[in-house]
């Protein structure tokens, strides 16, 4: 059992709750977001379909977090572990996106395919011999 003062975290407030009608909005607006992210998966967005669907499941956790596990009506102890959380996940993902973007290209060996040529590499890649084998060379 536990002893001592009730810390203001633990205790609900009921004027903070949220209604029927409220969480039946919050359910249409996730409802509204899932049919957003399924539309425009069949449009070509190139580049910004990472951002985007990345900007609508955020959206999506954030009225989960705030509305069903009910993160609104409690003080600031809940909300600093999310904010914790949802800044490591975004460290996470930056250090992903930096490592994939800085990756080099994998170098294709010459052979009966086109080959493209490297930075500072040779004009012409097919013309490269292989180096001698060491070791002693029969006359």
């Excluded at 049919?35 to 989960?64: D, E, M, N, Q, R």
């Excluded at 949802?86 to 080959?115: D, H, K, Q, Y």
Aim: with cysteine; net charge positive.
């Amino acid at each position: 059992m536990r002893s001592g003062p009730v810390t203001e975290d633990a205790v609900e407030k009921p004027g903070r709750q949220l209604s029927v009608a409220g969480v039946l909005v919050v359910g249409g607006v996730l409802l509204a977001l899932t049919a957003l992210t399924y539309g425009l998966h069949k449009l070509p967005h190139g580049a910004w379909s990472l951002p985007v669907a990345l900007l609508i499941a955020g959206a999506k956790g954030l009225l989960i977090a705030l509305f069903y596990m009910h993160l609104r009506e409690q003080r600031t102890s809940n909300g600093l572990v999310l904010l914790t959380s949802v800044v490591f996940v975004a460290v996470l993902l930056a250090v992903c996106v930096l490592e994939t973007r800085t990756r080099f290209r994998p170098t294709i060996p010459p052979g009966p395919f086109p080959v493209e040529a490297l930075p500072g590499a040779m004009e012409d890649p097919r013309s490269a011999r292989p180096p001698e084998p060491a070791g002693p060379r029969e006359p």
